[in-house]
């Protein structure tokens, strides 16, 4: 491995529900030779299922290689690495249809490039929309991937992050009922997602974070005229 391999950080990217539009994703995204030189991209998931997206895309000249370790793959650009799990019957799938068995799948590409990324095989992971009715289906039962997460890092304080170019935004709550929402805005809480998204942007680099919390009821209540 050269210099040059060793600058480029290993990306685990989750096919995501291979129902859903994860897989064509995965393919579009890595049609962009730029990307290869940028990173070192590894789809966790089916081939079969990647391979089904790149002949619905129109790629049918693509390569995709199956592999069952970080160390096969071969990081090139016109070949599609897919760390291969296995999981899709394709006499039984059909796209845009909500089944226990893609609910499944999705979870265990997950579940898998955590496993990678704990274990320093990848170095930074991506995942693609799981539809978690389908999940759930499939007897895992997660709100979303922050909780997938946080149960497979032995995470106790989390929350979710949105990022873009300066702005970070995190929430109070995530993946509930509005009515549960209202109910999550305590102060502890609050309190809580202050200090992880104070710690994170200066683990992101910005030395003096500035952080707003937005108000629950308009104007943050005017003092209770609309509400406390």
């Known amino acids: 491995m050269n210099n040059t391999e060793i600058r480029r950080p290993v990306i685990g990217i989750t096919m995501g529900d291979p129902a859903g539009n994860g ?21 966790v ?20 290689h199956r592999v069952d370790s970080v160390e096969q793959a071969a990081f090139t650009w016109g070949i599609i690495d897919v760390y291969h799990l296995d999981l899709v019957d394709l006499a039984r799938f059909e796209y845009g249809k909500v089944s226990a068995m893609c609910g499944r799948a999705a979870f265990e590409c997950v579940r898998k490039v955590i496993e990678l990324a704990l274990d320093d095989e990848v170095d930074a992971t991506c995942t693609n929309a799981l539809n978690k009715e389908a999940m759930n289906l499939a007897g895992h039962h997660f709100s979303g991937h922050t909780e997938i997460y946080a149960h497979y890092t032995g995470t106790e304080h989390y929350t979710m992050m949105l990022a873009h170019n300066d702005l970070r935004v995190v929430h109070v709550s995530t993946h509930v009922s509005l009515r549960e929402a209202c109910d999550r805005v305590k102060k502890e809480r609050v309190l809580e997602v202050i200090r992880i998204a104070y710690q994170a942007c200066r683990d992101l680099g910005l030395e003096q974070p ?5 108000g629950l009821n308009p104007h943050s209540g005017e003092n209770g005229l609309f509400g406390r």
């Open 45 to 64: 998931g089916d081939a079969n299922v990647i391979e089904k997206a790149a002949v619905l895309l129109g790629h049918p000249e693509l390569t995709v």
């Open 23 to 43: 897989p064509e994703l995965c393919v579009q995204a890595l049609l962009h030779k730029a990307i290869y030189e940028e990173c070192r991209p590894l789809i």
């Open 210 to 214: 500035r952080i707003g919390v937005a």
